[in-house]
């Protein structure tokens, strides 16, 4: 009778120890995903930027004041592409 008793807690010990690698490697598995769509979309948008290919992004004109040796101030006109999501943001000035 301890022999049963026994052999049923180590079924139940294995069972936990098995359920526990198991979620270990679908969470992995699932950050490996989710990074793998955010390089994805990391390199269209390089893509798109090397061709100027601004069709989804936002483009904003913006004036920069730029201070040269603390003493020479210029003002700069230059194009702000922007893009956003959920998981990116990036901005990109063009002069």
């Known amino acids: 009778m301890v022999k049963n008793s026994f052999t049923l807690f180590e079924t139940i010990l294995s069972i936990t120890i098995l359920s526990i690698v198991i979620s270990g490697f679908s969470y992995a598995t699932y950050y490996d995903t989710n990074s ?50 959920d998981d990116l943001k990036l901005y990109k000035y063009e002069k």
């Open 36 to 85: 793998s769509k955010i390089y994805q979309k990391l390199n269209d948008l390089e893509n798109d930027f090397n061709s100027k290919n601004y069709k989804n992004m936002t483009i904003q004109s913006q004036n920069i004041n730029i201070i040269k040796n603390h003493t020479h101030k210029e003002t700069i006109l230059v194009k702000k592409v922007i893009y956003e999501n």
